[in-house]
C-alpha cells in the first residue's frame, strides 16, 4: 500500500513539475479582464488616466509619450493602444499591470487615429504629416506600407471583413476607400467640409461620417459608396460654426446613434430609422469623443476644454455625473 502511495506521489508531483512552466508562460491578462475600468487619454497630461467603473475615483495616472489622443484595445483586450502625437508613437498599456510595457515607434510621425484589423494582425494609422495611411504589422512592429490619400488624414475604421479600410482626409472632404487585397486606393467619396470619424451602421450596409466644418453627417451606402443622405445639426442657441461634430457610437441594436458637437457643448441623438434627431444632451465644454459602456446605460462624453467627462443615462437622456479627468481629456473606452 505505502509503494502504491509512492507511486502516485511521484506521478503527481511529475505532472506538477511539466504544468508550472505553462503556468509561468500563462498571459496575465486573464486575471484583468473585464476589470470595469475607464481609460481617458490626456493631450496636456501626457497621460491616461485610469477609472474606477463604479465609483469614478482615479485609479491611477499611467504616463505616456507625448499628447496622447486615440485608444483602442486589441483583440483580446489585454492591452490598449495609444496614438501618441507628440510622441511620434504608439504606446502599449498593458490592462494587468495599468502601465506602458512597450512603444512602437518605426516610421511613425504625428500618429492621428488609428484601427487594429480584425485579425489582430495589422494597425492602420493616419499619418497627418505624411498625407498617408500608415499599415503597422504588429508582431514585427514594423512599418509594411504607407498608402498616400489626402492632406491631413484622421479617422480610420477597418471593414467587419477586413478587406476594405476606410480613411477621412479633413483637407479633401474625402473618404477615401482602399483594397487591403492591393493596398491602393479604390474609391474616393466627396462628404462635409473637414470629415473627422466613422461609425458603421452593418444592418444596413452604412458608413456614417462626421464633419466637423459641416454641422453634419454623411450617410454613406456601402453597396454603391455613395452619399444617400446628410444629417444636419441645429441645436438652438448656436450658429452652424459653432457646431462641429467628431466622435459618434452607434448602439448594437443599430436603432440610435450619439454623436459629440464639439463647441456646441452637446452630444444629439439620433433615429437610425429616419434619420430624425430626437434630442440634445447638454455636456462639458467642446465634447470630442464619446463611448458607450457595455450594457449601454451609460454614454461617457469627453469634453476637451473643460477638462472632464459627463456621464449620461441614456434612457433619460441625461447627464447624471461630471469627473474631472486631467488637461485636455480626448478619448474614452471601456474595460467591460
Not at 96 to 121: H, M, Q
Not at 299 to 328: C, E, H, M, P, Y
Request: glycine residues 6%; aromatic residues 6%; contains cysteine.
Amino acid at each position: 500500500m505505502f509503494n502504491t502511495f509512492q507511486k502516485t506521489l511521484r506521478s503527481t508531483i511529475k505532472i506538477s513539475l511539466i504544468a508550472l512552466p505553462m503556468a509561468l508562460l500563462a498571459p496575465t491578462f486573464s486575471y484583468a479582464k473585464d476589470t470595469g475600468y475607464i481609460f481617458i487619454s490626456s493631450e496636456k497630461d501626457n497621460s491616461v488616466a485610469v477609472l474606477d467603473g463604479k465609483t469614478y475615483k482615479e485609479v491611477k495616472k499611467i504616463e505616456t509619450s507625448d499628447r496622447p489622443r486615440h485608444l483602442a484595445f486589441n483583440t483580446d483586450k489585454s492591452k490598449i493602444l495609444a496614438a501618441c502625437g507628440d510622441g511620434n508613437s504608439i504606446d502599449i498599456i498593458d490592462i494587468a499591470k495599468l502601465k506602458v510595457t512597450d512603444k512602437i515607434t518605426d516610421d511613425i510621425e504625428d500618429p492621428e487615429a488609428f484601427d487594429v484589423s480584425p485579425d489582430g494582425k495589422y494597425l492602420y494609422i493616419s499619418l497627418e504629416d505624411d498625407g498617408a495611411l500608415g499599415v503597422l504589422d504588429i508582431a514585427e512592429k514594423k512599418m509594411i506600407k504607407t498608402i498616400e490619400v489626402g492632406e491631413e488624414p484622421e479617422g480610420v475604421l477597418a471593414s467587419l471583413d477586413g478587406k476594405t479600410v476606410f480613411v477621412t482626409s479633413e483637407v479633401a472632404n474625402m473618404v477615401h476607400v482602399i483594397d487591403t487585397s492591393t493596398w491602393k486606393v479604390s474609391n474616393n467619396i466627396k462628404v462635409g467640409k473637414r470629415p473627422r470619424r466613422f461609425a458603421l451602421l452593418a444592418s444596413k450596409n452604412e458608413l456614417w461620417v462626421t464633419s466637423e466644418l459641416d454641422a453634419s453627417i454623411s450617410i454613406i451606402d456601402l453597396a454603391t459608396n455613395k452619399v444617400k443622405d446628410t444629417i444636419r445639426f441645429k441645436p438652438k442657441g448656436f450658429r452652424k460654426e459653432d457646431v462641429t461634430p467628431v466622435g459618434i457610437a452607434i448602439t448594437s441594436n443599430g436603432k440610435s446613434a450619439y454623436v459629440a458637437l464639439g463647441r456646441a457643448n452637446h452630444v444629439a441623438v439620433v433615429d437610425t430609422s429616419n434619420h430624425e434627431v430626437k434630442d440634445f444632451i447638454l455636456v462639458g465644454e467642446r465634447v470630442w469623443n464619446i463611448e458607450l459602456n457595455k450594457d449601454e446605460s451609460l454614454l461617457f462624453a469627453v469634453n476637451g476644454l473643460s477638462d472632464d467627462i459627463s456621464i449620461i443615462d441614456t434612457q433619460k437622456n441625461k447627464v447624471i455625473k461630471s469627473v474631472a479627468v486631467g488637461r485636455v481629456p480626448y478619448m474614452a473606452i471601456i474595460d467591460d
